[in-house]
């Protein structure tokens, strides 16, 4: 489909035949099993009525519900909480993530060579914490008895704190009781596990690009703004645009932390669409067909979402 | 020079906000539970104590089975991930990176898509299918649902290594006469090692970090993984934040060191794999 | 499908036989399943059952695993899906409805009929096994709660423990101003079961059944003088922190026993967990019956575990054998005692706790049991839709009016339970 001129041909190249395919091979068939084919069966399950184990296991007939789990997602009024949760939190995720990123990937390539390599290890070192150890953490952060967070609005004198936040005493404060509040700590959460790669391979991109262009940038007078602006994005496009898929996709699923943060699947105010479907699904009483719909509609949600950027990438030969 | 000092700090304050929570996690599993309780910002135990570490490793967390038992599983399942994914990667990204043919494309795009799915919604056609097979209660059901999980996105980073192996050296041993199995052997996989460890990383932590199909899969509890065990400590009892924070530090120090050993080749794999395949 | 399990089971079931007649030897092993953590009292208990249990079948090993509270939901409808299960399973007694109607356990009601220390068991507990009049569950322990108290500090601010829902409050006001920087109480406000005897005391009621509809009684004036008294703990008397509305009973539990609350509603059987965090507690507690608005012990809801056998077992004889050793009234009492729950069996609960300082008072409570609404969908409104959680908290949030809040949450009952 895309040539790439810029690249000489190696000999074994001439004529590749089977060989590729064969190299695929494999990994097609890891993917078509492992993904796609249960892919298939959720949508599937989501065209039936299914309420009962057995029917699942095949003991039980499956009644075809046609459109009917579908019409019921979309009319139901908290899903569309729901999908509001989700792409909101995904907008401002992907947006800080990638503002983060970029900005520290900036310092590392500004800050000296043993500066950058500490930095950055440090960064990566966040980046390589478990979801689950690293959410666990941040919970016990802002446990609202003897967590950091309560300790340090604790420390504020307490005339201060009253004046400003309308409370002396801290302990006590339910930091995941509000909808927003919940949010923003796990947007502090998810961005703090994200950006770590975002700031890599915005580094890692600076890097490949010669130096005499930027250098030309600052003699012709430019600013830090307006050379990033007219030099470095412009020739790192790509690169931005298949983290801005990544991070989309990323964010739009975030299931663990949510998990962890929210202690099960509890509390529904701040349900986002991956721990619904998965809540319908397999809380009791178990709605298969529901919970499968809901995870066909995340699909194609996503597949919509980054289609966009896909198709420009496709079309700019850049994948 | 001013400008410099800023940058510096601005560096430090980010390194900071990066590691502020491991380091908090080390040091409230080191911790004395009086001194936990009293909430204190001091980012590092007074009195340091292993009481925690003790109390998980010789717990009798549940009968007959210590955590040594749930760290080798845990460790069992991510080596076997690591390598089946690494190898099958590897041969489809030398594939995607060394080769133009009609489908690569398609296949590129197959590969962003298939990470869209969500994994959660998957488990009951996949516990069906993994029963079918006869790997109910097995680690290896385990391995082969994160080889599939890991797959694409180690595919993906793993073309850019193999880009960045310059072509010539292969068309030099092609020229000598060497077979296609001959220059993989010998000239590719030496050089894009490296970055294979890089990518090894990414399924290291997919199958290091996975709770609910472990949970599904598994029955004996004498095969539970890391993260399975730790849903004991949340359970009808309170949450003591000691011992979670041991558990915790446990769970994610191989994946540190692990890291550790790989990550200096990691940005200039990047920078190959961010921009050309 | 079904016969891959059944060869499966029969495969791990026993080695040599695999004619499934009723004839059927021994299986080689019993797989059990417990909830929770379990521990060593629990180990060596269930050691000896076992051991008792090999008198009769001398060659069945009994298998234990635990299983975490929370998981337990996944965990039944992974294995039902794969026919792969256990024999034997504890379940909390509110959740047995519900996996009886997906087909998960086996019906017990000529097993029970037939069983003579049957008609000893609390009846409240039986019913509540129950789905369509079958059995599916026998009560293996239960529980009511209670508040406990700090008897050092009710004496330094001079209160006694309360008789009604005003000295209730009066006392926690009190202690909190004698003691800054605790709670008057520790308020559970994201669980349901201590908020339902303040709504059964006051007359109110969750859901009752007429001719086949559900009908909430959450509107009424009686449950929202409930509603408004539970909330206006945190909001008005300010003797429970913001916090509360998402604490659950562990949470709440937490703070007592760490000092920092002065009362706490908890059961009977937390008191080792609240002894682990200070072991010193216990010199200074004391536990009464949650009262009614006026007096009297209001009424609470009987909590516990059943023991039932899984529907896919190929050792039903068995395993009902290992039940009967498992549930009889000697090992029964045994069994409570070591967890500080009470036995099930009415001759048991009614003597013997009279002196106990912190058992006298659940005993007195276990009088006076209800039971919350019998259908298997009542699950969804409890555990997943938390729906009498979520109304309190949301008035405790200030999200919402009591009235608001009781009607929403009334309604959203009704549609669940009366779903087709």
């Keep these: 489909m895309t040539t790439s001129p810029t690249r000489p041909a190696p000999a074994y190249r001439r004529g590749p035949g089977r060989l590729p395919y064969l190299l695929l091979l494999p990994c097609l068939v890891v993917i078509a099993a492992l993904l796609l084919w249960p892919l298939g069966q959720v949508a599937v399950m989501s065209l039936y009525d299914l309420d009962s184990v057995r029917q699942v296991r095949g003991q039980r007939p499956w009644p075809f519900a046609g459109l009917a789990n579908y019409r019921e997602i979309l009319s139901d009024p908290f899903f569309h909480t729901v999908l509001r949760n989700t792409v909101l939190f995904a907008l401002a995720n992907v947006f800080l993530t990638m503002v983060l990123g970029t900005l520290v990937g900036l310092l590392l390539h500004r800050l000296g060579r043993r500066m950058a390599a500490f930095v950055g290890g440090c960064v990566l070192l966040a980046w390589a914490t478990p979801a689950l150890t690293g959410t666990i953490t941040w919970k016990w952060i802002f446990d609202d008895t003897n967590g950091l967070v309560t300790w340090l609005f604790n420390a504020l004198p307490s005339g201060l704190s009253s004046s400003l936040f309308g409370r002396s005493e801290w302990t006590g404060y339910g930091w995941f009781n509000s909808p927003l509040s919940f949010f923003s700590i796990l947007t502090l959460v998810v961005v703090w596990h994200s950006f770590p790669f975002i700031a890599v391979s915005v580094l890692a991109g600076l890097k490949s690009l010669p130096g005499e262009l930027l250098e030309a940038a600052r003699v012709d007078g430019a600013g830090p703004w307006r050379s990033f602006w007219s030099v470095t994005f412009p020739l790192l496009r790509p690169v931005f645009g298949i983290l801005v898929v990544l991070s989309t996709i990323w964010d739009f699923k975030v299931f663990t932390q949510q998990y962890v943060l929210a202690g099960g699947t509890q509390d529904r105010p701040t349900f986002m669409l991956s721990i619904y479907s998965y809540a319908t699904a397999f809380s009791p009483p178990p709605k298969y067909g529901l919970g499968a719909t809901i995870a066909v509609v995340l699909t194609v949600i996503l597949l919509v979402v980054t289609g966009v950027y896909v198709r420009s990438l496709l079309k700019q030969e850049e994948l | ?277 | ?420």
Excluded at chain 3, 29 to 52: C, H, I, P, R, Y
Excluded at chain 3, 78 to 106: K, Y
Excluded at chain 3, 335 to 343: H, N, Q
Aim: charged fraction near 20%; aromatic fraction near 10%.
């Design chain 3, 1 to 420: 499908m079904i016969l891959t399990a059944a060869m499966l089971a029969t495969a791990c079931g026993s080695s040599d036989d695999d004619s499934g007649n009723e004839q059927a030897p021994d299986p080689a092993k019993l797989t059990v399943w417990m909830m929770g953590e379990g521990g060593d009292a629990q180990n060596s208990f269930l050691d000896d059952v076992e051991a008792e249990f090999k008198q009769k079948h001398p060659n069945t090993d009994v298998v234990v695993q635990y299983i975490p509270w929370l998981e337990a939901p996944k965990k039944f409808q992974a294995a039902l899906a794969g026919g792969e299960g256990p024999d034997v399973t504890e379940l909390g007694n509110t959740e047995t409805q519900g996996w009886a109607q997906q087909e998960a356990l086996a019906d017990l009601t000529e097993r029970l009929g037939g069983w003579a220390p049957g008609k000893d068991i609390l009846p409240d507990l039986v019913k509540n096994a129950q789905l369509d009049s079958k059995q599916y569950g026998i009560p293996w322990y239960a529980g009511v709660r209670a508040i406990y108290y700090r008897t050092d500090w009710f004496q330094e601010a001079g209160v006694q423990p309360p008789k009604n829902w005003d000295e209730l409050v009066a006392a926690a006001k009190a202690v909190q101003a004698k003691k800054p920087g605790t709670y008057g109480i520790a308020l559970p406000g994201n669980s349901e079961l201590p908020f339902y005897s303040f709504l059964w005391g006051a007359g109110g009621e969750i859901a009752t059944e007429q001719g086949g509809t559900w009908k909430s009684g959450l509107t009424s004036a009686e449950s929202r003088q409930a509603v408004k008294f539970w909330t206006d703990l945190v909001t008005v008397h300010k003797v429970a922190p913001p916090a509360s509305a998402a604490w659950n009973e562990i949470d709440a539990r937490t703070q007592f026993a760490t000092g920092k609350a002065a009362m706490a509603f908890a059961g009977s059987w937390q008191q080792a967990a609240m002894l682990k965090a200070d072991p010193k507690l216990d010199q200074v507690w004391g536990t009464f019956p949650i009262p009614g608005p006026t007096g009297g012990e209001a009424p609470a809801f009987a909590g516990g575990s059943d023991i039932a056998i899984w529907e896919d077992s190929k050792a039903k004889d068995v395993a009902w054998d290992y039940m009967t050793v498992l549930l009889d009234k000697q090992n029964n009492k045994k069994w409570a005692d070591s967890l500080k729950f009470f036995p099930v069996y009415s001759d048991l609960v009614a003597s013997g706790y009279n002196d106990d300082k912190i058992m006298a008072a659940f005993a007195a409570s276990m009088k006076s049991t209800k039971l919350t609404p019998m259908t298997p969908k009542w699950v969804e409104v409890s555990r997943t839709k938390t729906v009498t959680q979520a109304m309190n908290s949301s008035v405790m949030k200030g999200q919402k009016t009591v009235d608001q809040a009781t009607t929403d949450a009334a309604a959203e009952i009704e549609s669940i339970l009366n779903a087709k």
């Design chain 2, 1 to 277: 020079m001013r400008r410099r000092h800023a940058l510096n700090v601005v560096g430090l304050l980010v390194a900071l906000f990066a590691v502020f929570p491991v380091v908090w996690m080390v040091s409230t599993s080191l911790k004395s539970t009086p001194e936990i309780f009293s909430g204190g910002p001091l980012p590092f135990p007074r009195s340091p104590t292993l009481e925690h570490y003790r109390t998980i490793l010789t717990g009798d967390l549940i009968p007959g089975v210590t955590f040594v038992d749930f760290f080798r599983n845990s460790v069992l399942v991510a080596l076997a991930t690591v390598l089946i994914s690494g190898l099958i990667a590897l041969l489809a990204a030398t594939a995607v990176a060394r080769f133009r043919f009609r489908l690569r494309t398609s296949f590129l795009v197959m590969l962003l898509v298939v990470q869209m799915i969500p994994l959660e919604a998957l488990v009951i056609p996949l516990f069906l299918m993994i029963q079918r097979l006869g790997l109910y209660d097995t680690l290896a059901s385990l391995v082969l649902t994160y080889v599939g999980f890991s797959l694409p996105f180690a595919v993906w980073m793993l073309r850019g290594f193999v880009a960045a192996v310059p072509v010539e050296l292969e068309e030099a041993a092609a020229i000598d006469g060497a077979s296609r199995a001959q220059i993989f052997r010998r000239i590719l996989l030496p050089l894009v090692a490296p970055g294979l460890a890089a990518t090894s990383i990414f399924s290291f932590i997919v199958a290091w970090n996975e709770l609910i199909f472990a949970l599904t899969f598994l029955n004996d509890q004498s095969r539970y993984t890391l993260p399975v065990a730790m849903t004991f400590f949340f359970g009808r009892d309170d949450t003591a934040w000691g011992p979670v924070m041991a558990a915790s530090t446990i769970l994610t120090i191989p994946v540190l060191v692990f890291f550790l050993v790989v990550q200096r080749r990691m940005v200039g794999g990047l920078a190959a794999g961010a921009l050309k395949g």
